[in-house]
């Protein structure tokens, strides 16, 4: 069984791994001017390929049935194959240097939180900006603490996606096609969407909000600077240099003046 699933995985990878890889790297190229990116600004986690999958439900038994029901619950709730199995249980990009595991699937009871973000992805986010790669889903307390994850992330309860679109683009492109699609239709689905760096993204449905690093303050969505005509790529403007203000002048007291007895009072007779 363990041999057949890793063949098998082998295999989709030949067929499916590699023009995905290329898309990517025809993404970086666009994105760079020709340059191809250093390693760290190429999204897709190390370690956490589709081989590295194979190999990983491989190393434990019960790995195969934990899947298993997995893809069957996906199936029952109509989100089979939005996303390939293995991306969704794909954990943070610092598994390595957190000393966990590259793959982990979610608590049961956390796989119906999941439902609307694959919906929205499925929906909205795809016909909008293209096939997706899904780089980090369900990452638990520790890995999450660990990763720098807010202690309230969505990732915790299974119910964000962070994505990277597979067809060339550019960050502004990416911008300008996913950001009217999430104020259309973000607010009744309660999404969230978040931005980081270069064409990484975030997807969940805990409520409607965003965020990135844009604007004048660098701490706005790129939605917003859009919306109101601004460039999303501008850098933030420096923060205004605080001078040493003098101290005011000491205050001298004003003399005191004492009345001169030659001088007559007004309004007083002088005599004849």
């Not at 996913?178 to 997807?203: D, E, N, Q």
Request: charged share 15%; aromatic share 8%; net charge positive.
């Amino acid at each position: 069984m363990q041999q057949t699933v890793i063949a098998s995985s082998a295999k989709q990878f030949m067929s499916r791994g590699a023009p995905r890889l290329v898309c990517f790297a025809a993404s970086l190229l666009a994105m760079t001017g020709g340059t191809a990116a250093p390693l760290a600004a190429q999204e897709l986690p190390v370690g956490q390929g589709e081989a590295d999958y194979a190999r990983w439900l491989a190393a434990a038994p019960g790995r195969q049935g934990q899947i298993m029901s997995f893809e069957a619950w996906q199936q029952a709730a109509g989100v089979r194959n939005v996303l390939p199995t293995w991306q969704l249980v794909r954990t943070a990009s610092m598994w390595r240097e957190c000393g966990g595991e590259p793959f982990e699937v979610p608590p049961f009871t956390l796989w119906p939180g999941m439902v609307k973000t694959l919906k929205f992805i499925r929906d909205h986010v795809i016909p909008a900006v293209g096939p997706v790669e899904a780089v980090s889903g369900y990452r638990n307390p520790a890995l999450n603490q660990c990763a720098h994850g807010a202690p309230g992330s969505a990732h915790r309860a299974f119910f964000a996606i962070d994505l990277v679109p597979l067809r060339p683009t550019t960050r502004r492109q990416l911008f300008d096609e996913i950001c009217p699609a999430h104020a259309r239709f973000g607010p009744a689905a309660g999404a969230g969407l978040g931005f980081y760096t270069y064409s990484r993204f975030h997807i969940d449905t805990r409520s409607f909000r965003r965020w990135g690093s844009a604007g004048p303050a660098g701490n706005e969505s790129p939605c917003a600077v859009l919306e109101r005509g601004g460039d999303p790529e501008a850098p933030p403007l420096p923060l205004p240099v605080i001078t040493s203000v003098p101290p005011p002048p000491a205050l001298v007291p004003a003399p005191i003046l004492t009345p001169d007895p030659s001088v007559p009072k007004p309004g007083a007779a002088q005599s004849q």
